[in-house]
């Protein structure tokens, strides 16, 4: 196919090793997509090989460093730092979004997932009940099959007196197909939510 | 009888074929027309404009590995393409089937999938000249780009989402706190009362 009228007037920046584009050919999704170019660069500049791996071949340092961060909040929560412990598992995130973009997502999930489930239980013992429900969401959007995260995302309704959306999110738990030995917990909240619902 | 001239069979021939052409050119030559007048099913692909202007590119040379980037934002968005027209296929074609839908917007689909078809195989031919084999890993690396980049707009809105939470919780509960303290008053008024007709009584 013939593509010269698509070519556009962009020039590679020697100094900032950046492409950019004139204002003038420069539309809102041509922007986000240099941005997202420059990026990406950046991210195989530091890749040890000329094309990314593939998906399944995942950084084994950056393994490392997000699993140490993740033990530091669990002592700190140990300790009942729960403030610390916050902001540990918060950093554990940031490390692991560091990753390249072209690593297994299935494999980021799982990761992800367990960080936000952990924050929202540091959450939850400082009486943080909103902060926490999004993280046991978010921990729940990342993998469904989490009956963990269902039980914490209930226990934060609860506590804010919404029985019904709790109700909802200890039978999903239970539903959920996953195995943590949650189950006991799920089973007994949700007796007791039904019991304050007159059920 | 009268002499039926030779010609005569053969002129008909001549017009009826010659018609026949003509109608099938012009056919033919309309409805490309029409396929070209249609609008393109997405939008511009920027990353494949991006990708082309970078390797036409001589001065300042672009650097391999931007290349590199360069094709596998492009083949990020084939992925995102693709995955969006067989999502919508089904519902489609069942609503085309049943007369919802209109030629016009059957025929741009069916258009955008060959558009697509050949958009793949160009980029992997692209990905084996940069380095041979490439092909075979590009797109499972693209795939994983597209559900990353998902994972990671959804959860860039956990600080609005828990700010939004936090709130609504403090209103709540400042909402509660605030009958709690009427119930008592007032309680606390019909105490008096009480302990005034006590009073009163005794």
Request: hydrophobic fraction near 40%; charge should be neutral; glycine fraction near 4%.
């Amino acid at each position: 196919m013939d593509y010269s009228e698509a070519l556009l007037p962009i020039i590679f920046n020697e100094v900032t090793k950046h492409v950019a584009l004139s204002e003038q050919d420069l539309t809102p999704s041509r922007a986000k997509e240099i941005h997202e170019l420059n990026s990406l660069y950046r991210d195989l500049v530091a890749l040890n090989a000329d094309v990314p791996p593939p998906p399944n071949q995942i950084n084994g340092r950056l393994n490392d460093q997000v699993r140490k961060l993740k033990d530091a909040g669990n002592a700190s929560y140990k300790k009942s730092q729960y403030s610390d412990a916050v902001r540990m598992y918060s950093l554990a995130i940031e490390m692991a979004l560091k990753r390249p973009p072209w690593e297994a997502s299935g494999f980021v999930r799982e990761e992800l997932s367990v960080l936000y489930s952990n924050r929202a239980q540091a959450h939850m013992s400082t009486g943080a009940w909103g902060d926490a429900m999004v993280d046991a969401d978010t921990a729940i959007y990342l993998k469904r099959n989490f009956p963990k995260a269902h039980y914490r995302k209930g226990k934060c309704l609860q506590h804010m007196g919404r029985l019904h959306e709790a109700k909802a999110a200890y039978e999903l738990g239970l539903e959920s197909g996953g195995a943590d030995g949650s189950d006991a917990e799920l089973k007994s909240s949700l007796a007791e939510v039904n019991e304050l619902l007159f059920l | 009888m009268g002499k039926v001239s030779l010609y005569a069979p053969i002129a008909y021939l001549v017009l009826l074929i010659s018609s026949l052409a003509l109608f099938s050119t012009i056919y033919r030559r309309r409805k490309v027309r029409r396929l070209i007048g249609l609008k393109p099913w997405f939008e511009e692909h920027d990353a494949r404009d991006i990708y082309l202007s970078l390797k036409a590119q001589t001065s300042p040379k672009v650097p391999e590995k931007m290349l590199k980037a360069a094709l596998l934002r492009r083949a990020t968005e084939d992925v995102r393409r693709i995955m969006s027209l067989q999502e919508s296929k089904p519902a489609l074609a069942e609503l085309h089937q049943r007369g919802a839908v209109g030629d016009e917007i059957w025929t741009r689909f069916l258009a955008a999938e060959k558009v697509m078809d050949a958009e793949v195989m160009e980029c992997a031919g692209e990905a084996n000249a940069i380095k041979a084999g490439w092909a075979q890993t590009l797109f499972p690396s693209a795939a994983e780009m597209v559900h990353n980049s998902r994972i990671r707009d959804r959860l860039a809105q956990v600080p609005e989402l828990q700010k939004a939470e936090r709130e609504k919780w403090e209103k709540e509960r400042e909402m509660v706190v605030s009958e709690l303290e009427k119930e008592n008053d007032s309680s606390a008024i019909a105490d008096a009362e009480t302990k005034k007709t006590n009073k009163k009584k005794k």
